[in-house]
T-cell receptor, first 112, second 110 residues
Framework: EDQVTQSPEALRLQEGESSSLNCSYTVSGLRGLFWYRQDPGKGPEFLFT???AGEEKEKERLKATLTKKESFLHITAPKPEDSATYLCAVQEYGGATNKLIFGTGTLLAVQP | DAGVTQSPTHLIKTRGQQVTLRCSPKSGHDTVSWYQQALGQGPQFIFQ???????QRGNFPDRFSGHQFPNYSSELNVNALLLGDSALYLC?????????FGQGTRLTVV
């Protein structure tokens, strides 16, 4: 069964304290791995799509990396405005749709 | 570009009632998916529409139904509402390489 597990469930950082969020996945064939940011009561905001092991993408203080079993979202020198829930999702090859299978997210709080 | 738009933003319904949620996809996208997100959980796939047909359904009962119109906009209908249907309902429009979400409709069933 396809599965996505995110860790930690919650993370509290001081402003400027870099860290990483983990997303491990089990899927028969990975078509794409997606990262989203979600603010309370809002829809997920698209960050990155990664397609193959070794791929990396960056956006401001965020960098996403991908291996054959997991993805990391590295946050460098975070600011309080980076506080949000970060969701990881996978898309599988061979299905009739391009549906996304989500993890439960990591709640990040960055304190000034 | 307006992105993905959903309406209404909030809704309160009584158990047993029916509800219709609406979604307009991002310009250039022809595929619309619906997700249910309970508090503290990741979004769960309900179904996807392409070319006005349902392509795949997640593990949701037949009380959940949908429709896609020729202009690619979509509706999600839920009949015989239960308290457990209270959630944030998200619409996503997609191409082959990207999937963008709307702001969601917060449904509360009382």
């Amino acid at each position: 069964e396809d599965q996505v597990t995110q860790s930690p469930e919650a993370l509290r950082l001081q402003e400027g304290e870099s860290s990483s969020l983990n997303c491990s996945y089990t899927v028969s064939g990975l078509r794409g791995l997606f990262w989203y940011r979600q603010d309370p009561g809002k829809g997920p905001e698209f960050l990155f799509t990664l397609y193959s092991a070794g791929e990396e993408k960056e956006k401001e203080r965020l960098k996403a990396t991908l291996t054959k079993k997991e993805s990391f979202l590295h946050i460098t020198a975070p600011k309080p405005e980076d506080s949000a829930t970060y969701l990881c999702a996978v898309q599988e090859y061979g299905g009739a749709t391009n549906k996304l299978i989500f993890g439960t997210g990591t709640l990040l709080a960055v304190q000034p | 570009d307006a992105g993905v738009t959903q309406s209404p933003t909030h809704l309160i319904k009584t158990r047993g009632q029916q509800v219709t949620l609406r979604c307009s996809p991002k310009s250039g996208h022809d595929t619309v998916s619906w997700y249910q997100q309970a508090l503290g959980q990741g979004p769960q796939f309900i179904f996807q529409y392409y070319e006005e047909e349902e392509r795949q359904r997640g593990n949701f009962p037949d009380r959940f139904s949908g429709h896609q119109f020729p202009n690619y906009s979509s509706e999600l209908n839920v009949n015989a509402l239960l308290l457990g249907d209270s959630a944030l309902y998200l619409c996503a429009s997609s191409s082959n390489t990207e999937a963008f979400f709307g702001q969601g409709t917060r449904l509360t069933v009382v």
